[in-house]
């Protein structure tokens, strides 16, 4: 079966310190790939997504910079974090040709 | 470009239904759902609605779907305190890839 994996699941960082979240898919092969914000109180925005390794389309500028080293393997950086970045960050995978995503529990980030 | 839109806030009495709405402007999406989600936690798929479809019903939820209006609506009948939770619209197109684009979400509130 598969499985999604986010962490940590807490982050509390101060700011300018680098970020570096982690997601990785397990039990499927060339999914698409996602990376969502939840500001508090707001709703969910979609930051990156892939369609395969190296291939990344960014939704909105930001300072924040996602990778995908490997076919299932999807990460969010950031080199100076600003006190703007702090919420709640969701990596999703969806099966290629398919119709429904899977997310993760989810990496609450704080920037003090 | 994409956009859906739903109302912030529900507040309903336990045994009666509720009803969610959305609606979402890309004419092109192929697929709308309705993902729940509860406190610090990720999302989960309730029900989704192919396009070519008006209405769906599972159990105690009815999706319905006007797509001459772009309007997408989720009623929960019987609604249980356990309901409570942040009700998100999403919409997906096929250009190649799927990029699923959320609402800000619906706080449902359920009381006694």
């Known amino acids: 079966s598969q499985t999604i994996h986010q962490w940590p699941a807490t982050l509390v960082q101060p700011v300018g310190s680098p970020l570096s979240l982690e997601c990785t898919v397990e039990?499927?092969?060339?999914?698409?790939l996602y990376w969502y914000r939840q500001a508090a109180g707001r709703g969910l925005q979609l930051l990156f997504y892939s369609v395969g390794i190296g291939q990344i389309s960014s939704e909105v500028p930001q300072n924040l910079s996602a990778s995908r080293p490997q076919d299932r393997q999807f990460i969010l950086s950031s080199k100076k974090l600003l006190l703007s970045d702090s919420g709640f960050y969701l990596c999703?995978?969806?099966?290629?040709?398919?119709?429904?995503?899977?997310f993760g529990q989810g990496t609450r980030l704080t920037v003090v | 470009g994409e956009d859906v839109e739903q109302s912030l806030f529900l507040s309903v009495r336990e045994g009666d239904s509720s009803v969610i709405n959305c609606t979402y402007t890309?004419?092109?999406?192929?697929?709308l759902y309705w993902y729940k989600q509860e406190p610090g936690a990720g999302l989960q798929l309730l029900t989704y609605i192919f396009s070519n479809m008006d209405m769906k019903q599972d159990q105690r939820l009815t999706v319905l779907l006007n797509k001459k209006d772009k309007h997408l609506s989720l009623r929960i009948a019987d609604t249980q305190t356990g309901d409570s939770a942040i009700y998100f619209c999403a919409e997906t197109s096929r250009g190649g890839y799927n990029k699923l684009i959320f609402g800000a979400g619906t706080r449902l509130a359920v009381h006694p």
């Open positions: 999703a995978w969806m099966p290629q040709g398919n119709t429904e995503a899977f």
């Open positions: 890309d004419s092109s999406s192929t697929y």
């Open positions: 039990g499927t092969s060339n999914p698409n």
